[in-house]
């Protein structure tokens, strides 16, 4: 069973800089992509930012530029570094891994940003 520990979230002030982690109990694989998602509620669980196995990236547009995804394989962690963010970012962010056809969902961090 695949475990995914989310970790960072919290308060921030618009504007200010927080970062996201997720590590994984165990991949079997050398081939998956992770990524953000967040949900506030109410609405759809969105896709925030993505890498996969390459390192290739793609984001949601409202955070282009001021978030950035990355991976560190050794450790099997995705880390979300959010810069500047905005009141409307206000979600609770989940990890998530795709390996081998199957999706892995961490258990949510909230990220609340104040203005």
């Known amino acids: 069973q695949v475990q995914l520990v989310e970790s960072g979230g919290g308060l921030v002030q618009a504007g200010g800089s927080l970062k996201l982690s997720c590590a994984a109990s165990r991949i079997i694989g050398s081939r998956y992509a992770m990524a953000w998602y967040r949900q506030v509620p109410g609405k759809q669980r969105e896709l925030v930012a993505q890498?996969?196995?390459?390192?290739?990236?793609n984001y949601l547009n409202s955070v282009e530029g001021r978030f950035t995804i990355s991976r560190d394989n050794a450790k099997k962690t995705v880390y979300l570094q959010m810069n500047s963010p905005k009141p409307e970012d206000t979600a609770v962010y989940y990890c998530n891994l795709m390996v081998s056809a199957r999706n892995y969902w961490g258990q949510g961090t909230q990220v609340t940003v104040s203005s």
């Open positions: 890498i996969t196995t390459g390192g290739s990236t």
